[in-house]
């Protein structure tokens, strides 16, 4: 009669399966601070308990129907430690006797061919890789785990929040508190894309709308090019209505309007013009005489 698994192998392994279960198809529930899941868990725990007290009576009647010479071998086997004899498993070598039972009849050069199984211990990760890539192909399958766009789509979406958690406390950017920072081309690149390009057009080279890009200006109102950006996304273009007031109409904040200027001041003042030869719009307006950002 073979020695049963202990009671806490068979505890850790079905919380192990659990986790990697509800880790695959409900990462994003919180599980793992849900009652629901704890509750889950000591139910579980309870019912291999239950089920280890039967297992003990079913074996222990059993071992009345042993004999002697077999309840001494029972014995001395189920006081061997549970890891100590995990170990001799998965290393065990053939004795020389054995040995003679799993020789091929052929060999070279005085070297025999012996029949040797696989060790334990590579059957065993073997079988437990081809388990977990069955389950990982049916959660990739059915569900958004491992999938890199779900992943980028919902960290964006945690992103996102946590900026428009900070919008709702963080001071309100105006004309006056507007600063310069390279931090903010990047950012501000991207927000021109999404409002001004359409007039402006790639790179700011003109379009509908003037070129962005060379030192002629139809609108002068702050003697900072970068304040004067700011200016016309917040009170539009006295000279053209197709340029609305941006942050008056809550199409962009101040601090949309920050970074949309920093770009702005970017590509006209610390980048090359896009002259009408290189597909840029033509020059419109005065000649401006910019001071440095910040000014």
């Not at 409900?26 to 308990?49: H, K, N, R």
């Not at 042993?66 to 065990?92: D, H, T």
């Not at 946590?162 to 990047?186: C, G, H, R, W």
Request: glycine share 6%; net charge negative.
């Amino acid at each position: 009669m073979k020695t049963r698994t202990p009671i806490f192998i068979h505890i850790l392994i079905t919380v192990g399966l659990a986790i990697m279960a509800f880790e695959m198809f409900a990462q994003d529930s919180g599980y793992f601070s849900s009652p629901f899941f704890w509750g889950l868990m000591i139910i579980v725990i309870i019912l291999l308990l239950i089920m280890n007290s039967i297992g003990d009576l079913i074996e222990d009647q059993k071992f009345t129907k042993l004999s002697e010479q077999e309840k001494a071998e029972y014995i001395r086997e189920k006081n061997v430690p549970y890891f100590q004899k995990l170990w001799n498993s998965a290393f065990k070598k053939q004795s020389a006797t054995e040995e003679k039972d799993i020789l091929i009849d052929h060999g070279f050069d005085g070297i025999t061919e012996l029949d040797n199984s696989l060790p334990k211990w590579w059957l065993g990760l073997f079988y437990i890789t081809i388990a977990f890539c069955v389950v990982y192909i049916f959660a990739f399958s059915v569900t958004d785990y491992a999938h890199p766009e779900a992943e980028l789509n919902s960290e964006t979406k945690q992103m996102m929040a946590s900026v428009a958690e900070f919008e709702k406390t963080a001071p309100q950017i105006d004309l006056e508190s507007a600063k310069y920072t390279a931090d903010n081309i990047s950012e501000g690149e991207e927000l021109f894309k999404t409002n001004c390009v359409t007039c402006h057009g790639d790179n700011g080279k003109g379009g509908i709308g003037p070129n962005l890009t060379d030192k002629h200006w139809i609108n002068i109102k702050e003697q900072s090019l970068f304040k004067n950006v700011f200016w016309m996304l917040e009170n539009g273009s006295p000279n053209n209505p197709t340029m609305r007031p941006f942050i008056k109409e809550g199409t962009i904040s101040g601090r949309d309007a920050e970074k949309i200027a920093a770009y702005v001041y970017h590509i006209n003042q610390e980048k090359s013009p896009v002259t009408e030869k290189d597909g840029g719009a033509a020059p419109q307006g005065e000649t401006a005489k910019w001071t440095t950002a910040n000014e």
